[in-house]
């Protein structure tokens, strides 16, 4: 058991955080160096990072050279990237080896991808000839592919030995590869041709030949897979890591579960991002810690393209003028309508972005599901257009209003429901990321679509 490991419930275990972070900043600001190293012994490595992270930049530094060393490498890894990045800038030419040297080979790319060009060609040539090895085969993919978030450091057996053979390879190497569940079979020239439990090898006869034993129903990567692809393998599976091969299924690599996990959360807040109509934030960027200049930077960019489109709904008011002017009463609905639009409009789009997300819709055709959407709007529309027709009837007296609006609301909820199920399919076949087919996107549509709708029933229905 991990003596670092402390036994809280997550309540508490949130309370401690807090306690940690602020008192390691006491003790730091104090310069009681002694405390905080005690303070820090009992804590769990990631919560020391957290708590690093938090501390001002220049203190950082102090806090993690209060480590030993296997403490000081254990933390580094749970840190993010720009404290990373920060620390090792800082670093003493012997603490950056250390720690880079230590890093698994996926993580150490990751990090150097952010460093200076310069500071990069240092640490690399530092670096011992098997991690350099490693570098360089990472870093010849392309980014976000399965071969630049793969690991090559994983055990793997020949078909052709036996158990004995396999549990002794297995048992050299612990100590320097993690050991996962799965165990890896290859040919001699290394094609991947099975995978091995832990399990299965445990209780296999000692003499039994590995292929006998293996499984060959395979899943596995390209190295140039797209990395939420792999995500999705891995969750669909229900796998612990999963092998990664070249065209000709030579085993390379492997991409394990925690790496998915990071690839999952970073591409459902790109996706929440896009879905606000804000720039997505780069990797392992903290939105909150970013300055004034970068905040508004992010977001302005889709706020001044949804105030250029929805100019065009006061054009389209401008052209109906002489309506509004025969029936005033005409513009206190006109809000009621295009959000009730833009809410339906909404649902509809979150729904199909949702289902191309996640593959639900992967071998459903577009067309029954946007009719089915667009009958669902028509329904929503008739419920709302009964109430509020009654409504108006009842506060202001006029029928002939309220069936305006009524018809209105059918149709708009009818247009708003079928624009945010069609448009999201469309930019997912043209080859665009269907997040961009957000709610502010579709309820400006839908605003301009509902204008020119609403101000047209009106002129039919009350013969202007």
């Not at 667009?374 to 529309?381: P, Q, S, V």
């Amino acid at each position: 058991m991990n003596d670092r490991v402390l036994d809280f419930s997550q309540g508490s275990r949130s309370n401690l955080r807090d306690v940690i972070n602020k008192q390691l900043l006491i003790f730091l600001e104090a310069k009681n160096y002694e405390a905080a190293k005690t303070l820090l012994i009992p804590v769990a490595s990631v919560d020391i990072a957290e708590a690093i992270a938090d501390l001002p930049k220049t203190m950082q530094i102090i806090a993690f050279r209060l480590l030993n060393k296997q403490e000081a490498i254990e933390v580094y890894k749970y840190l993010d990237k720009a404290t990373q990045q920060s620390l090792i800038e800082d670093f003493k030419d012997t603490e950056a080896v250390e720690i880079i040297n230590n890093m698994s080979p996926d993580e150490r790319v990751k990090l150097l991808d952010k460093l200076p060009p310069q500071l990069v060609r240092k640490l690399v040539a530092q670096l011992t000839p098997q991690e350099r090895e490693f570098n360089a085969l990472l870093l010849g993919y392309d980014a976000n592919t399965a071969g630049r978030i793969m690991t090559p450091e994983y055990i793997y057996v020949k078909e052709n030995i036996t158990v004995t053979e396999a549990q002794t390879k297995i048992r050299n190497l612990a100590n320097e590869i993690e050991v996962a569940y799965y165990i890896y079979v290859t040919d001699d020239n290394k094609r991947l041709k099975g995978t091995l439990s832990l399990k299965d090898l445990i209780i296999a006869n000692p003499e039994t030949i590995i292929s006998e034993i293996m499984t060959i129903n395979i899943i596995y990567a390209y190295t140039n897979t797209d990395q939420e692809e792999v995500a999705k393998l891995i969750q669909r599976y229900d796998l612990i890591a999963l092998p990664i091969v070249d065209q000709d299924e030579n085993l390379l690599g492997v991409v394990t579960v925690d790496d998915v996990i990071d690839i999952l959360e970073a591409e459902a807040t790109e996706d929440i991002y896009k879905m606000g109509a804000i720039e997505a934030a780069e990797e392992d960027e903290n939105y909150f810690k970013l300055g004034f200049y970068k905040v508004t930077k992010k977001r302005i960019p889709w706020l001044l393209i949804l105030l250029v489109t929805n100019s065009v709904t006061v054009f389209l008011m401008s052209n109906f003028e002489e309506v509004l002017e025969e029936v005033v009463t005409l513009a206190f609905f006109t809000p009621l309508l295009i959000d009730a639009g833009g809410n339906v409009g909404a649902q509809s789009s979150t729904v199909i972005i949702r289902g191309l997300s996640t593959d639900e819709l992967r071998d459903k055709q577009p067309f029954p599901i946007i009719i089915k959407e667009l009958i669902t709007g028509g329904l929503l529309g008739i419920i709302l257009a009964i109430f509020v027709i009654v409504l108006i009837f009842l506060l202001l007296g006029k029928l002939e209003i309220g069936l305006t609006v009524g018809f209105s609301l059918i149709a708009i909820t009818i247009i708003a429901a079928t624009t945010g199920a069609a448009l999201p399919f469309l930019f997912n076949k043209m080859g665009f990321d269907p997040a961009l087919m957000s709610a502010p996107f579709i309820t400006t549509v839908v605003d301009i679509l509902g204008i020119f709708v609403y101000f047209s029933i009106a002129k039919l229905i009350l013969n202007i």
